[in-house]
């Protein structure tokens, strides 16, 4: 990696390269929007944590044993659209996470399927979505419903590692945004630099803030530019999947028709167990620790994964 200089001339890839990293800049400014069958990293209790659904919270530590203050990533790309939520309960700072909201959308437009108490049938005519339908504890007015952009990231120390949702509530877009800017301004695309996510300190509730800190060098960005194309980071950015139930799309009838598999064969034996991939991969793997349980499985569709955090 090299030192942070916001200006992308100095870039030597081809141009079909810096054209396809620049493509993941000039989505990140749009507002944005997620759900995901990808592990997320969750700012609860101002620690930055793992999160899949059904498993246990794993809070991210460093090589000394210690919860980290700080990740760095490189952004792949972000949703298309608005990612709503409306929660009945007030923010919790003791909550390990936050509760699944009672109405949330994927696009913007209308209630997922999947939200227990939807509050409109469209978005745009929502009595949430109002400004003034809050009033903070400042005294200020809101939006009961609230906006935000999802973010698909990678550790920088292992880029070819597992890719992480990260989630930029409304009080983070603007530091986001304005990083963006500053980065398109330079001609240097998102997915070129080393950003590092940290907590704003200046508030109540964890509110992540963005800084690039390095670019990348030739190779890395080889590496970046071939994930991209993967399936489901095109799908992600491009929206194209049910978050629902964790897969691209759903099952069309002709499909469903068709006849059950042939039974799979035996498990191999168990292997040995490989090093732990994403953060902490190039570090001396650190154990990470644990929290108490999410949600039980089974049951009614999981909706933790589409939380805020």
Known sequence: MGNLVLK????????????????????????????????????????????????????????????????????????PGEYKTYYADSYDPKAKEKGAPVCFSNNGIAPHPAAK?????????????????????QGKKSKACSMSKRLLVVSA?????????????????????????????????????????????????????????????????????????EQNVKEFVEGTFDAESNAPRNVGAEEEAKPEPAPAPAPEPKAEEKPRRGFGAAKAEPELVKEAPLAASGGAPDVSDLMDF
Do not use: W
């Not at 059904?54 to 952004?75: N, R, S």
């Not at 108490?117 to 504890?137: L, Y």
């Open 8 to 79: 992308g001339g100095s870039l030597s890839v081809p141009q079909s390269m810096m054209d396809k990293l620049m493509a993941v800049s000039k989505q990140a400014v749009v507002k944005s929007v997620g759900g995901s069958y990808f592990p997320r990293i969750s700012p609860a209790r101002r620690r930055f944590s793992i999160v899949e659904s059904g498993l246990e919270p794993e809070v991210i530590t460093g090589a000394d044993g210690k919860p980290v203050d700080h990740i760095d990533v490189v952004i792949l790309g972000t949703n």
């Open 117 to 137: 108490q939807p509050q409109s049938d469209k978005c745009a005519s929502c009595r949430q979505n109002v400004f003034g339908s809050k009033i903070t504890e």
């Open 157 to 229: 120390d292992d880029l070819q590692g597992p890719i992480y949702m990260l989630n930029a509530s409304y009080m983070a877009l603007p530091g986001f945004n304005a990083m963006v800017g500053e980065l398109l301004a330079g001609g240097l695309p998102l997915p070129a630099v080393v950003v590092r996510v940290a907590l704003d300190d200046n508030v109540d509730v964890p509110v992540f803030t963005f800084n690039p800190i390095a670019v990348l060098d030739e190779k890395d960005l080889g590496i970046v530019a071939a994930r991209l194309d």
